[in-house]
Nanobody, 122 residues
Framework: QVQLVESGGGLVQAGGSLRLSCAAS????????MGWFRQAPGMEREFVAA????????DYADSVKGRFTISRDNTKNRVYLQMNSLKPEDTAVYYC???????????????WGQGIQVTVSS
């Protein structure tokens, strides 16, 4: 089992920045990659960004490229999402996730955090 806990969400004005953090514990050595997803009210959950534990391969959703940066600290078992130039449409509950299987980074995640609210005011 892997446990994931997000932190760093909150309320920010459009154009501002936030940094989300995800702390992983448990059998983290079995994980291939970590990702961030988000779900806005009335919408389906969508992929935001992901990074592999080894090698640091990264993938982003088109909607956040150039504004969001994902990074990891293997020594602390933490993954971060730096969000800059935030827009009201970035408002959502953001989830940290972990996957065991190799391959595409946008799907097939096995473990999820509880989610954290990010609200961007206009």
């Amino acid at each position: 089992q892997v446990q994931l806990v997000e932190s760093g969400g909150g309320l920010v004005q459009a154009g501002g920045s936030l940094r989300l953090s995800c702390a992983a514990s448990g059998r983290t050595f079995s994980m291939y990659a970590m990702g961030w997803f988000r779900q806005a009210p009335g919408m389906e959950r969508e992929f935001v960004a992901a990074i592999t534990w080894i090698g640091g391969t990264i993938d982003y959703a088109d909607s956040v490229k150039g504004r969001f940066t994902i990074s990891r600290d293997n020594t602390k078992n933490r993954v971060y999402l730096q969000m800059n130039s935030l827009k009201p449409e970035d408002t959502a509950v953001y989830y940290c996730a972990a996957k065991r299987s190799r391959g595409v980074l946008t799907t097939e995640y096995d473990y999820w955090g509880q989610g954290i609210q990010v609200t961007v005011s206009s």
